[in-house]
């Protein structure tokens, strides 16, 4: 099934927000870094929409899961691209969906790899509520509740739009 | 046999024992889980915590630099625990068997061997007998194959050649004793380029040499024409015993690898070779260090392989102990 999200709109809506938080916090000059894949995809919809000359990072959190000797690696996917320096340097992290916390905890991980940021804001179209780290998002396009036999997923990169799907439940 | 060893059921890699008896499918994982560690060696911290918490053992029962020490930058860079033990100088020399010494470094909880021996077989012996549950990864047998030198080689064909398709490829020199040549011809064929050729004396060629799927040439001068990519082999000094060749200088004078014979290959073609280099005895210093060389690009794929090969081989092991334990219980 296919709940009814106007991802543009909340892209538009994310966009003014981490407009205003920037001013808030006095902030003038900041990087977006997208998660792979689906954040990647958001974050250059919300570049376009914050009219940034600048291009988006890309971060792959493959070599960072605390799951890979279960699930293994997946090799095909692109590796990070951080065509700026990350140290001292604000950055908006972007990704597509937030429901345990441990994607973007690899994410921040990585990220300090690369150098010591300014500031790390964590920007999500969908929150869902299921969090198993104390991490919270600094801008939400919406929040949204799951059975939990449902999981949600960001199809794009064109067109984009939400599915929600039922999965079959595996006894761990 | 050596594909089922070195595979899970669900067709993972546990041990990299030999390129043989995998398909072109895993051979590209492999490649490409290696394309994607490249961008690692390039950041200001080359590390990733994929193996922390691991220990690699570096198993070298016979010398080796480059190998060993790229191997051991590789479990560096993916935050595994290392541990290089010179078999030579150490344990059996005072008697210990080598089935002793490796139980008791499984004792010691280690996830993973580097093995490199002068046996053929010994990586797949201790994989098959010794300690099945410790990822074994073979980095150089006897004679019979050193699948990540291969692997290596392959990436950076890839790299440079775009794909596998249509490539002309000659391997120069002493094949009769060299694993590296073994391994590669088998994964240029896997891979599926056009033609294999290798371009020796006779009495550096295996008798059979044709059965493993290459065209033999004995003169450089039709060797070299339509080649899309030269690996040259070194000349292994250490195995040559009993008159295989005349001299050093006849060698180079006939197979050496110099300008003029390289203007017979393509224009575009490129020159491998796996270290360490004889200068003057199988390539020109010229050549070597020419345009169209990519051997210092080899040693950096090296370790981008060896990342990915380790990675790939502790996950899929992990995943056999862990569904074990989990029938015990």
């Known amino acids: 099934m296919t709940e009814q999200i106007d991802v543009a709109t909340l892209i538009a809506k994310m966009a003014q927000d981490i407009e205003t938080q920037m001013q808030t916090r006095g902030i003038s000059t900041y990087e977006i870094v997208g998660i792979h894949s689906g954040g990647v995809w ?22 960072y899961r605390d799951d890979f000797t279960r699930v293994g690696l997946h090799p095909q996917v692109s590796p990070s691209n951080l065509p700026f320096v990350i140290d001292n340097t604000h950055i908006v992290l972007v990704d597509d969906v ?4 441990r994607t973007v905890r690899a994410a921040m991980n990585e990220l300090f790899d690369y150098g010591r940021p300014a500031s790390i804001q964590f920007a999500v179209l969908i929150d869902i509520n299921q969090r198993e780290l104390p991490i919270a998002p600094s801008v939400v396009g919406t929040v949204m509740a799951l059975a939990t036999d449902e999981r949600v997923k960001l199809i794009g990169p ?14 761990n | 046999m050596e594909s089922e060893i070195q595979l899970t059921p669900s067709g993972r890699l546990k041990h990299f024992l030999s390129v043989s008896g995998l398909s072109r499918a895993l051979l590209t994982e492999i490649l490409d889980t290696a394309e994607s560690f490249i961008e690692v060696g390039e950041r200001n911290i080359r590390k990733v915590p994929l193996l ?15 190998t060993r020490s790229t191997f051991e930058l590789a479990a560096k860079r993916l935050s595994a625990d290392v541990l290089n033990l010179d078999i030579s100088t150490s344990a059996t020399s005072k008697g210990e068997s080598l089935s002793d010494m490796l139980e008791n470094l499984e004792a010691m909880a280690s996830d993973m061997f580097v093995v490199r021996h002068s046996q053929s077989g010994a990586a797949h012996f201790i994989a098959e007998s010794v300690t099945p549950n410790v990822a074994i990864v073979n980095a150089g047998d006897g004679w019979h194959a050193h699948p990540t030198q291969a692997m290596l080689d392959m990436l950076t064909i890839r790299q440079h050649k775009g794909s596998f398709e249509g490539l002309k490829v000659a391997i120069v020199g002493d094949i009769l004793h060299s694993r590296v040549a073994r391994s590669q011809i088998r994964a240029l064929n896997t891979l599926g380029v056009a033609e294999v050729r290798v371009i020796a004396p006779n009495t550096l060629l295996p008798n059979d040499v044709e059965c493993l799927g290459v065209k033999r040439f004995t003169q450089m001068e039709d060797g070299l024409k339509d080649l899309d990519v030269i690996i040259m082999l070194r000349l292994q000094k250490e195995r040559m015993q009993g008159g295989l060749l005349p001299s050093e200088q006849e060698y180079y004078r006939l197979y050496g690898l110099n300008q003029q014979k390289l203007a017979m290959a393509k224009p575009d073609a490129i020159v491998m070779h796996p270290g360490p280099i004889n200068r003057g005895v199988e390539i020109s210093s ?11 690009n080899q040693v950096t794929n090296g370790i981008a392989i060896r990342m990915a090969v380790m990675s ?11 569904s074990r334990k989990e029938a015990l219980e």
């Open chain 1, 42 to 63: 958001i974050a250059q919809q919300l570049r376009q929409a914050l009219k940034r000359e600048q291009a988006v990072g890309e971060i792959n959190i493959s070599f």
């Open chain 1, 98 to 101: 937030l429901m345990s916390g």
């Open chain 1, 158 to 171: 064109e067109d984009l739009h939400v599915n929600i799907q039922k999965i079959a439940i595996q006894d």
């Open chain 2, 52 to 66: 922390r918490g691991k220990t690699v053992v570096n198993l070298f029962f016979e010398p080796s630099t480059r």
């Open chain 2, 286 to 296: 010229d050549v070597a260090d020419g345009p169209q060389s990519v051997i210092l």
């Open chain 2, 312 to 322: 790939m081989a502790m996950s899929g092991q992990t995943e056999t102990n862990t």
